[in-house]
């Protein structure tokens, strides 16, 4: 969700389960992005457009932010192609992110995610 590569009108294809379990049919967090919504996800993640500053990109801030986590010891991202490979290792070099916006990001999640995923507690 945050590389930035979904629309709204993003289209999934005929089997792809993001397709299909849109509500959650087949499992009971619907499709992949942690039981969110698709477009809802789509729109949060919007919001969050400025972890790519000193970071080269959204792909980069996300992977960045995971590997800023002290319990953290490797993170698997996805790829298809050379350039999202060079791309997804960039992240090692990317600016970590300071105490101030982890909070931020931190308050974003409490306050304008967590109502949205279903199966949250």
Known sequence: M??????????????????????????????????????QGVRLSRQLEWIAE????????ALRW?????????????????????DNLAALEAASFSPSEMEKLSYFYWNSVHEHIRGAY
């Open 2 to 39: 945050l590389t930035g590569k979904f629309r709204a009108e993003t289209q999934f294809e005929k089997d792809d389960h993001r397709n299909f379990n849109r509500n959650g049919e087949q499992f009971n967090v619907g499709e992949t992005f942690a039981g969110l919504d698709v477009n």
């Open 54 to 61: 000193r970071r080269g990109n959204m792909t980069r801030g």
């Open 66 to 86: 995971i590997l800023d986590h002290d319990s953290v010891t490797t993170v698997i991202p996805g790829f298809k192609t050379t350039q999202q490979v060079a």
